[in-house]
């Protein structure tokens, strides 16, 4: 049974780089699904962020593409998110996710929270 | 990148049926059969609920359906539990690999 966990600093300086790492168990990243990175705001809706294949193939939201690198290291059965020059509206519940068939998010994270203050 | 339209909050009584709406347009909703639903509860991780419109993933009680008609979708709850108080989201594939969430709606049991 998969599950993910991701992990990373909670707190992040403004104009600095978020970096998060979402641990895979249960299942071989390479054996297929897309991996994604979804993230809440406090008190408002979710936000889907990015999704990558495990041969490095990437999809990232418009919105945030500009700032956001994902990747993804197979020796570790992990995944990585990357975002660049964060401010306040950064600050969210970040979560990971498997990405079925390409159409829905199936098993989620637990997540891990994110504050950006200097 | 607009998010989803939902109601920002639903009501009912124990026993009874709700149904939450997603608003999208053509180009998400309307455009493909692929709008899931998430339950989230406090402090938790969303949960998926349904998926491809209307297919319940194993473990999901039948009393969560979904439908889609145009650029609408919903999620409809049947006899009400008290357990079933929480927030929903929809989300919808929006073409080239991306996704849209809807705002979110809280439903609270009576």
């Known amino acids: 049974q998969v599950q993910l966990q991701e992990s990373g600093p909670g707190l992040v300086k403004p104009s600095e780089t978020l970096s998060l790492t979402c641990t895979v168990s249960?299942?071989?990243?390479?054996?297929?699904?897309?991996w994604g990175w979804i993230r809440q705001p406090p008190g408002k809706g979710l936000e889907w962020i990015g999704s990558i294949h495990y041969s490095g193939n990437t999809h990232y939201n418009p919105s945030l593409k500009s700032r956001v690198t994902m990747s993804v290291d197979t020796s570790k059965n992990h995944f990585s998110l990357k975002m660049r020059s964060v401010t306040a509206a950064d600050t969210a519940v970040y979560y990971c996710?498997?990405?079925?068939?390409?159409?829905?998010?199936?098993?989620w994270g637990k997540g891990t929270t994110v504050t950006v203050s200097s | 990148q607009s998010a989803l339209t939902q109601p920002a909050s639903v009501s009912g009584s124990p026993g009874q049926s709700i149904t939450i709406s997603c608003t999208g347009t053509s180009s998400d909703v309307g455009g493909y059969n692929y709008v899931s639903w998430y339950q989230q509860h406090p402090g938790k991780a969303p949960k998926l609920m349904i998926y491809?419109?209307?297919k319940r993933p194993s473990g999901v009680s039948n009393r969560f359906s979904g439908s889609k008609s145009g650029n609408t979708a919903s999620l409809t709850i049947s006899g009400l539990q008290a357990e079933d108080e929480a927030d929903y989201s929809c989300?919808?594939?929006?073409?080239?690999?991306?996704?849209?969430f809807g705002g979110g709606t809280k439903l609270t049991v009576l």
């Open positions: 989300c919808s594939y929006a073409g080239s690999s991306t996704f849209r």
């Open positions: 249960g299942y071989s990243i390479t054996r297929g699904y897309y």
């Open positions: 491809d419109v209307n």
């Open positions: 996710a498997t990405i079925y068939d390409g159409a829905y998010m199936d098993v």
